[in-house]
């Protein structure tokens, strides 16, 4: 009689498959896990853009976070021991295979699992929003402090070059009830990309 954890997601991806993915999660995640914390660390006391530009690349919906979150999800997957059952082809080869009948205790693992998956899903959207805010604080604006606006730093704002006293200053030191210039904002909203875009504007 030959046992084997079993799970849902074992089951899904295969025992092969599921086992590889958790050997490779075993040597990676640790090492990708203290990165991150040693990157979120350094984003409290420091506001540099190279920070900035590594939280990009590391974090939110690149892809390398995705792949940290599924790997990690695979790490914490736990399992229930069961009797596989033996399969024997017409060349008398020997295959084992998970029983057709959830095992006892089934509801529980799926539980964990689905449990899992949110928790993947909200440090994916949560880190996103992190990264967004950690871009504009390290970003550099011009700010009118009698209108109470801040400007691009990177732009010919028409807005801004009829104001008579502007502060350059970074993201985080910009008075929240202070708002970003309507010309501005729509010059960033035509910018290529997402992360370009979002990176001007201030997150709650």
């Known amino acids: 009689m030959v046992i084997d954890s079993y799970s849902p997601l074992k089951k899904i991806v295969g025992r092969q498959t599921y086992d590889e993915i958790k050997k490779y999660a075993r040597k990676i995640i640790p090492i990708a896990t203290c990165i991150l914390v040693v990157l979120w660390v350094l984003s409290l006391i420091f506001h540099l853009g190279f920070i900035s530009s590594l939280l990009n690349l590391t974090t939110g919906t690149s892809l ?5 979150v599924i790997g990690l999800i695979f790490l914490l997957d736990k399992g229930i021991d069961v009797a596989l ?28 699992e689905i449990c899992l998956f949110v928790l993947g899903i909200s440090a994916i959207v949560f880190s996103n929003i992190y990264r967004k805010q950690y871009a504009f604080e390290c970003n550099t604006f011009l700010v009118d402090n009698e209108a109470e606006i801040y400007h691009l730093d990177c732009n010919d704002c028409e807005l801004a070059s009829e104001a008579s006293d502007l502060e ?12 970003f210039c309507s010309w501005c904002e729509d010059w960033a909203e035509d910018a290529e990309s997402d992360y370009e875009s979002n990176k001007y504007f201030r997150r709650y």
């Not at 033996?86 to 509801?107: C, L, Q």
């Open 85 to 112: 059952d033996e399969n024997t082809n017409i060349n008398s080869v020997r295959s084992y295979s998970f029983p057709k009948e959830a095992p006892k205790g089934f509801k529980k693992i799926l539980a964990l």
């Open 168 to 179: 350059k200053m970074k993201g985080y030191q910009i008075n929240k009830s202070y708002t």
């Open 64 to 68: 390398i976070f995705i792949a940290y």
